[in-house]
């Protein structure tokens, strides 16, 4: 690993052993049988694609797509594509039917809701993932059990409530919640539903990150349809980087060894993904402590056993940020420059664009810059994965000037 290091803030890690094997089971066959099922649920629909065109000129590159993905199943956040599939696989496994077999519309037959109605899902969440869960479980006709770390906001956990989860926030950091969760789900006969894996633990966080891979599948189709056959750089946040690890498995797959540049973000009181690949000896590393950001949805501690080593094999930089670079984006996505459209996204969606720019302005940062190889060539795609999901902080956040 070669290191730049705190500039402007930022610590970034250049991967220069890029090789691997691609992870099978987010191969260009399984995502395609993913979202043929997210199809058939009636909420669906494909997330605008945003090309800010203005934003691309003015920063010296030729295209810069931003996936909106506050529009999805009105959630507000992405986590539903994860949860509705990994519950609908824990539903076939209790019915013994193949989910190939079957559209979402199955599970709301009479016959299929008694069987199923007793069924409670639980899980650990700062509160999309949580919120996603509870949603889906709802629509089934199941229970739901949520709990929210400390320093969770009041508003998502309104959001969990009203969705109609037994929801908590708890004293305890986002690991230890998940320890909670998985506790209350041995205690209960439930079934557990998080996004993030372990050891003994990968079948259900597997198909969460399966489920993920939907909004890549759309974006790379959006992309061709504006004329673009493919991005050459994709910037990903992760937390314990089931998100991100699902992106660029699928993208391994489908480009093989003409794969985009890929930049992993994440906020720096909670980057286990850069700590993981600081420590170059193969492994997954923890964050320990508060993990305090305005980033709630990346403050994780323990990187997904499972997606760790795609993002390992295959991610060209690690990226540790501090908070203003998440709000950064926040800023230039609330308030676009000339025709481009606004686009609302949280803290935990923007961190990517805020770098984005951070990268082709700062001329302290033009190091890194030119070893990812961002000129007027440049086709770049990022996530915002999250809308105001707390929209007191949102509207805090975006009224106040930019300090960098």
């Given at each position: 690993m070669e290191s730049i290091n705190d500039i402007c803030g930022i610590k970034a890690l250049l991967n220069n052993k890029v090789a691997g094997e691609r992870p099978g089971f987010l191969s260009e066959e399984e995502v395609k049988g993913v979202r043929k099922f997210h199809a058939t649920n009636e909420g669906y629909e494909a997330t605008p694609l945003v090309s800010l065109e203005c934003l691309a000129e003015k920063l010296g590159v030729s295209k810069i797509y931003v996936k909106d993905e506050s529009k999805r199943f009105g959630l507000n956040a992405f986590k539903g594509l994860g949860a509705t599939y990994a519950i609908a696989k824990l539903l076939c496994e209790k019915l013994e039917v193949d989910i190939e077999a079957i559209?979402?519309?199955?599970?709301?037959?009479?016959?299929?809701?008694?069987?199923?109605?007793?069924?409670?899902?639980?899980?650990?969440?700062?509160?999309?993932?949580?919120?996603?869960?509870?949603?889906?479980?709802?629509?089934?006709?199941?229970?739901?059990?949520?709990?929210?770390?400390?320093?969770?906001?009041?508003?998502?956990?309104?959001?969990?409530k009203d969705t109609g989860a037994d929801a908590f926030i708890t004293d305890?950091?986002?690991?230890?919640?998940?320890?909670?969760?998985?506790?209350?789900?041995?205690?209960?006969?439930?079934?557990?539903?998080?996004?993030t894996a372990w050891e003994g633990y990968e079948k259900v966080s597997n198909w969460i990150t399966q489920g993920y891979t939907t909004m890549a599948a759309e974006a790379i189709d959006q992309m061709k349809r504006d004329g673009s056959i493919k991005p050459t750089h994709v910037f990903l946040q992760a937390g314990v980087g089931s998100f991100a690890g699902g992106i660029l498995g699928y993208f391994t797959n489908i480009f093989k060894d003409n794969s985009p540049v890929t930049v992993i973000a994440e906020p720096e009181n909670a980057a286990c993904i850069y700590k993981s690949a600081l420590a170059d000896d193969g492994k997954p590393?923890?964050?320990?402590?508060?993990?305090?950001?305005?980033?709630?949805?990346?403050?994780?501690?323990?990187?997904?056993?499972?997606?760790?080593?795609?993002?390992?094999?295959?991610?060209?930089?690690?990226?540790?940020?501090?908070?203003?670079?998440?709000?950064?984006?926040?800023?230039?996505?609330?308030?676009?420059?000339?025709?481009?459209?606004?686009?609302?996204?949280?803290?935990?969606?923007?961190?990517?664009?805020?770098?984005?720019?951070?990268?082709?302005?700062?001329?302290?940062?033009?190091?890194?810059?030119?070893?990812?190889?961002?000129?007027?060539?440049?086709?770049?795609?990022?996530?915002?994965?999250?809308?105001?999901?707390?929209?007191?902080?949102?509207?805090?956040?975006?009224?106040?000037?930019?300090?960098?």
């Open positions: 559209d979402y519309n199955y599970f709301k037959l009479p016959h299929v809701k008694e069987k199923i109605k007793d069924m409670v899902f639980v899980t650990a969440t700062d509160g999309n993932h949580g919120r996603a869960v509870a949603w889906a479980s709802a629509q089934l006709g199941c229970k739901s059990i949520v709990y929210m770390p400390k320093g969770s906001s009041l508003i998502r956990l309104k959001h969990i305890v950091n986002y690991d230890d919640a998940v320890r909670l969760a998985k506790k209350k789900a041995e205690e209960i006969g439930g079934a557990l539903v998080q996004d590393h923890s964050v320990t402590g508060d993990l305090n950001t305005i980033m709630a949805g990346l403050a994780c501690g323990e990187p997904n056993t499972v997606t760790w080593p795609i993002l390992r094999d295959f991610a060209q930089v690690f990226v540790s940020c501090p908070d203003y670079v998440a709000a950064k984006g926040m800023r230039l996505l609330a308030n676009p420059i000339g025709d481009d459209k606004k686009v609302i996204s949280g803290e935990s969606g923007a961190v990517g664009l805020g770098l984005i720019s951070l990268l082709l302005e700062k001329e302290e940062l033009k190091t890194l810059k030119e070893k990812l190889h961002l000129n007027e060539n440049s086709i770049i795609i990022c996530f915002s994965t999250e809308g105001d999901t707390d929209p007191e902080q949102y509207e805090a956040i975006i009224s106040q000037t930019d300090k960098q």
